[in-house]
């Protein structure tokens, strides 16, 4: 199970420049103008060899005209909740403020470890003002410059020495570990009650902490698989359900611990900004994918042509990842439900497929041959030989070529999808590399 971090702060301390720092990314919009992160961001942190995913959210105001403070403090306060460590940003060049305190404060009550991030400590000479957030009493402040990169390195080691080692699951890697996401009230837990049912057959739990995932295993359906609890998902405590962010940060959980997702889409109400966002989790995990249009049996226009636009929408939406299998079904009156079951193993079987090196090459580098990529400034890209790595979480592939920077992103999609008209990857991400050889 990865651990999460959450930043926090007050506006304009630079939490947001922080985050793409350590993702190495540029998710998050950054400008001068104080409450610009509105909407909230996950991404994934690999350090020395171990990944982590980091959470950024808005800032922490009180007592202000803006209709979303009250929204934005309570997000917040969820993230607070689910993390493992918090990242506590301020800002050395103004110094402590009534609203570090406030923040400070609220972050006392949480008992998670904390972490002091003096922000915009370009200089190590700035860097020495930070030491008046000792007051705060949450221990050393760590001076950082989310600019220049500066003393991230530090931050990072800490971070990493906070997180709990946590016990060894005896959770057999050869069983297939599935779980069902989605937003609120799409249907999640009918389809989990409609799959395990009253004459379920529980052959063991494997839990973590409350704030875990758990594994429950089962022997159905002529199949031995783990469902990875969703329970997670739906415990709303004190936060309403219909807050998107809570539904979303729970999602994290789940996700990183399962193989294949199971999304369901209301069919009633569509694609939401919502599923799009739990959509981009399971890609950032390299996890497979089914979907499922839940409450079909709601829908009056059911025709085969209906169903395949709907689907054609899907795929649109979801781009440029749409091998996926799509089903369209009910988990009231079970309709279709056994099917996703057994979607969802063949997508874990695709996962771990192997492809032998003499049929990638008898069948890739004719296609290549026929289509090769762009020539570059009168030089022209070679493909020697195709390999698939060992030990990879997806299937991944090497393209050994003699100017593998020359090759493009359309040229890797291109081959991508032939790879996927070959063999069967459905419901799977892939990798694609080209290397000089």
């Known amino acids: 199970m990865q651990n999460l971090v959450a930043i926090v702060g007050r506006p ?3 939490k947001s420049m922080l985050f793409n720092r350590l993702t190495q990314s540029r998710q998050s919009i950054v400008t001068d103008i104080p409450g ?3 909407d909230r961001l996950y991404g994934k942190v690999n350090w020395t060899g171990v990944d982590f ?3 950024d959210t808005g800032g922490w105001i009180v007592n202000s005209d803006d209709v979303l403070e009250e929204e934005i403090n309570k997000q917040v306060a969820i993230a607070i909740e689910e993390a493992d460590v918090i990242l506590f940003v301020v800002d050395v060049m103004n110094g402590l403020t009534d609203l570090d305190s406030s923040v400070a404060q609220l972050l006392r009550q949480s008992d998670k470890p904390v972490v002091i991030v003096a922000n915009k400590a370009d200089t190590h000479a700035i860097g020495f003002q930070s030491a008046e957030f000792y007051s705060l009493g949450l221990g050393d402040p760590y001076p950082v410059s989310a600019i220049n990169g500066s003393g991230t390195g530090d931050l990072l080691d800490h971070v990493l020495s906070l997180f709990k080692t946590k016990g060894e699951e005896e959770v057999i890697a050869d069983i297939p570990k599935f779980t069902v996401v989605g937003r609120p009230n799409a249907g999640k837990s009918s389809l989990v009650n409609a799959l395990i049912g009253e004459e379920r057959n529980i052959v063991t739990e494997v839990a973590g902490t409350t704030r875990d995932s758990i594994h429950t295993r089962y022997n159905k359906f002529g199949m031995d698989f783990y469902l990875v609890d969703t329970a997670g998902i739906r415990k709303k405590g004190k936060v ?8 979303v940060i729970r999602s994290i959980r789940s996700i990183e611990d399962a193989d294949v997702c199971v999304l369901i889409i209301d069919a009633m109400r569509g694609i939401e900004s919502q599923d799009l966002n739990i959509l981009s989790l399971i890609q950032k995990n390299r996890k497979g994918l089914v979907v499922l249009v839940n409450k079909w049996d709601l829908v009056e226009e059911k025709d085969n042509k209906f169903m395949k636009e709907y689907e054609k929408i899907i795929r649109e939406r979801f781009a440029p990842f ?6 369209f079904g009910s988990a009231l009156t079970k309709q279709r439900i056994l099917k996703v079951m057994d979607l969802a193993k063949e997508v874990y079987e695709n996962r771990k497929r192997k492809i032998p090196t003499n049929k990638l090459n008898e069948i890739m580098l004719p296609i290549i041959q026929k289509t090769p990529p762009p020539s570059n400034k009168g030089k022209y890209i070679k493909v020697k030989y195709v390999t698939q790595l060992p030990n990879t979480q997806v299937p991944s592939f090497v393209f050994f070529c003699n100017l593998p920077q020359w090759v493009k992103e359309p040229y890797r999609r291109f ?3 032939q790879m996927r008209l070959n063999w069967k990857l459905s419901g799977t991400p892939i990798n694609v590399y080209f290397r000089e050889k």
């Open 53 to 55: 995913s980091l959470v």
């Open 36 to 38: 610009t992160t509105r």
């Open 415 to 417: 081959v991508e999808n």
């Open 322 to 327: 749409s091998d996926f299998p799509i089903i």
């Open 12 to 14: 304009n301390v630079g």
């Open 240 to 247: 309403t359900e219909d807050l998107e962010y809570y539904s």
